[in-house]
């Protein structure tokens, strides 16, 4: 672990300049808004170890795959985010020496991430090799209310220097990926412009056909008064911006504000992506720093007010819940079904940026009880409107009859993965968007996403599942051979018991699903089977999966098998490993790794914690106290899951345990590859275990369920839900438990399993 950080409940603080952190910083501090991206790295230049990166939601790059299609199945590309032209740039010159951190000397730096507001603060001192001294202090934003607007000011006070400071406000298009196949550029730069007052760089990326615009203007300062200097234009072939000084004294302080418009082809007309970009970025300037700012932090003000979680007694995780909390509606706003989240949000390269089933396990959950219901909705609809390509995946390996694979990672709807162990034995992630579909409509009540989208992903998943499985002779069961599951540290494993569960069991709820319609709205049911060819035989096919899955178990231990054979390796329990060994994929061999029992995850807790209400607490803890152990947790999805599982079966220190590791998985980097970029995904696991974890928070029978406890180092803490119209507050202390009715009619919940009414802009007191 590598904690650097100060503890603060509001604020992410790093006090004295950690260049060998610098890649972690740029990760940890980094901005976005649902739109745009921005890693933290420096506005000016900086020589030291940095990865730059910009990012722009839905803009990618169809990159030729390493292993082209040499194997039946595989895509021909590896899709990737695309690192978009740096609109952070300030360079910063006194006289003719331009201000580096990684050369001058640095003095009392703190660099601020401020959750409430969203804005990011850095502050120092700065010598250079001359003896000239300055104090910097730099403030950037992106808008959370114009999500096309981003904004930096920049302040420079002279503290022993006398001559002339420049600031030159730079957009620069020669930008690159850090990860690529073959270090090809991504875009050409069409056009770099610079009148009096904007300056813009329009690029198109090589394939796709994106254009993206960042258009420039700015605002510049003297001892707090505005200058209405004479700029130099800059107007290079992949860079432009302006250039404009004033000669200083000891104690003038000069500031740039930066206004910069990022717009892109995805929601503008290509012939008037200039010229819109351009009136952006004066608009942003004539509102002005300051009305931008408080329009921005409006918004922040209201997503807190529903997505808040208050810990009294433990700052560390107060501070670590808010991070991920602010980095998910960072991330993902939900206003863009064609957006989906990427398991690193903005903050760097690693996966490519792609969608993968993280979105259906971790992030819906979150989603539909702290934003309006449409945002968790889009998130479906991202899947439905794909299932045209998730068809023809499944086609290209064999599949028929209208079967559906979704892809392993994906852009747009088709595959862009390429690892025969993952792209194709990783078919779990079918049945994980199935239940998202259930999960949805089970916290919604939206029967009609059921009918008008939900159905048709259902039956053609349960179409794949139905070809995916065969009958074995020996044990006379169906069995799923060669599958990865979601703990990849087993490849090529014969029954995984989570991959052969959630078929079951999407098939089931398939069925049920087709026979609630059919009584319901029998007439959309017919139009459904005459367009997607559906037939009655399909559903006695499914209901004899169902009633013969085979389960691997072990009746004596009374445990689910991970698959086939696990008890035939050594098991050796996670505490046995030294730490000089761990994270075990970063020391290990893949091959012993292969061969050892050490988990990533463990499935089978994995599938009991989707899966709870089909079975005992009894049945639960013996699967959770034999795999936990057995878990290490180098799965970011891991431990946040266990932690919920733990308070359920009422081991209430090992959850607390397993939610600090998962909360501050990143802010202390437990696995050392924080610098790769933030663990967005994991981020809502950690808000669902102390939810439905402490808070014990799950939906029955159309009724919300709470069934609090609190960890023993917290004196209280308090988390929003929204649950259909109603948005209350739950307020879990020592002795009581305190539910307010925010918003919405009267509710009837059940706390601990007790019946309750809750009035309209009331609350309801009940003693633990």
């Not at 075990?584 to 914690?609: E, K, N």
Request: charged share 25%; with cysteine; hydrophobic share 40%.
């Amino acid at each position: 672990m590598n904690k650097y950080l100060q503890h603060d409940p509001w604020c992410i603080i790093e006090e004295g300049f950690h260049e060998n952190k610098q890649l972690a910083s740029e990760s940890i501090f980094s901005l976005g808004n649902g739109h745009i991206g921005q890693r933290a790295n420096f506005e000016e230049h900086y020589s030291g170890e940095t990865m730059n990166g910009s990012y722009i939601a839905g803009i990618y790059y169809p990159e030729r795959a390493e292993h082209g299609n040499w194997k039946t199945g595989y895509s021909d590309t590896n899709d990737k985010i695309v690192n978009a032209p740096n609109w952070t740039m300030i360079s910063v010159r006194m006289n003719d020496d331009g201000l580096d951190l990684a050369n001058w000397d640095v003095k009392n730096f703190k660099r601020v991430l401020n959750m409430r507001e969203g804005f990011l603060e850095r502050t120092f001192e700065a010598t250079n090799f001359k003896g000239h001294r300055i104090h910097v202090s730099v403030k950037r934003f992106l808008s959370m209310a114009e999500t096309e607007i981003g904004a930096i000011s920049f302040t420079v006070k002279s503290l022993n220097f006398e001559g002339r400071i420049s600031f030159l406000p730079l957009i620069d298009g020669n930008v690159r990926n850090k990860i690529t196949n073959y270090d090809e550029p991504f875009w050409n730069v069409l056009q770099t412009k610079t009148e009096q007052d904007v300056s813009h760089l329009w690029a198109q990326t090589r394939k796709m056909d994106f254009h993206v615009c960042c258009a420039l203007t700015y605002s510049f300062y003297k001892n707090n008064e505005l200058l209405n200097v004479n700029p130099t234009k800059i107007e290079k072939e992949k860079v432009a911006g302006f250039s404009v000084g004033t000669d200083v004294r000891i104690g003038d302080t000069v500031c740039l504000n930066k206004y910069v418009a990022i717009i892109s082809s995805l929601n503008h007309p290509r012939e008037e992506l200039t010229s819109r970009a351009c009136t952006l970025a004066r608009a942003a300037k004539v509102k002005g720093w300051n009305k931008l700012f408080d329009e921005h932090t409006a918004v922040w003000e209201a997503k807190w007010l529903q997505s808040d979680v208050i810990i009294d007694g433990d700052v560390a995780a107060q501070q670590a819940i808010r991070f991920n909390i602010f980095q998910l509606n960072q991330s993902y706003n939900g206003n863009d079904a064609r957006l989906n989240i990427s398991p690193k949000g903005f903050t760097g390269e690693k996966y490519a940026g792609a969608t993968r089933w993280d979105t259906e396990a971790i992030c819906v959950p979150f989603y539909l009880c702290t934003s309006p219901q449409k945002v968790a909705k889009n998130l479906l609809l991202y899947r439905y409107r794909h299932l045209t390509k998730a068809i023809r995946n499944a086609e290209k390996l064999g599949f028929t009859n209208g079967a559906a694979l979704f892809p392993v990672a994906t852009f747009n709807g088709t595959e862009s993965y390429n690892e025969w162990e993952v792209t194709f034995e990783e078919v779990h992630r079918n049945g994980i968007i199935a239940f998202a579909i259930y999960n949805y409509v089970r916290y919604t009540g939206d029967q009609n996403f059921l009918n008008e989208y939900g159905l048709r992903v259902l039956i053609a998943i349960s179409r794949f599942w139905s070809q995916r499985v065969n009958i074995s002779t020996e044990k006379k069961k169906y069995v799923l051979l060669g599958v990865t599951g979601p703990n990849i540290y087993e490849n090529n494993v014969n029954n995984n018991w989570f991959t052969n569960y959630i078929a079951s069991w999407t098939l089931q709820y398939t069925i049920e699903c087709i026979e609630n319609i059919k009584k319901s709205n029998f007439h959309v049911f017919e139009d459904l089977c005459q367009e997607i060819k559906f037939v009655n035989e399909e559903i006695f096919v499914w209901k004899d999966i169902v009633e013969n899955m085979y389960l691997p178990e072990n009746k004596e231990l009374g445990i689910f098998l991970q698959q086939d054979g696990f008890l035939d390796k050594p098991l050796t329990k996670a505490a046995d490993i030294p730490e000089s060994q761990r994270p075990i994929f970063q020391h290990w061999t893949w091959d012993r790794i292969l061969r050892s029992s050490p988990l990533r995850q463990a499935d089978v807790l994995l599938g009991l914690y989707f899966f709870e209400e089909n079975f005992d607490v009894k049945t639960i803890k013996k699967n959770f106290d034999f795999y936990e152990p057995l878990t290490v947790h180098e799965s970011s999805l891991s431990a946040s899951t266990h932690s919920i599982i733990a308070s359920s079966v009422g081991d209430k220190q090992k959850a607390y345990d397993l939610y600090v590791q998962t909360a501050r998985i990143d802010l202390d980097d437990y696995n050392n590859e924080v610098a790769d970029g933030l663990h967005i995904s994991s981020m809502a696991g950690t808000w669902l275990a102390i939810v439905q974890g402490f808070g014990g928070m799950r939906v029955k029978d159309d009724k919300l369920h709470l069934s609090p406890h609190i960890p023993e180092k917290w004196n209280a803490f308090a988390f929003n839900i929204l649950f259909r119209e109603n948005q209350l507050n739950v307020t879990v202390e020592k002795d009581r438990t305190v539910i307010q009715n925010v918003k919405g009619d009267n509710i009837e919940l059940y706390l601990n399993n007790q019946l309750v009414e809750i009035l309209a802009e009331s609350q309801r007191e009940i003693k633990n």
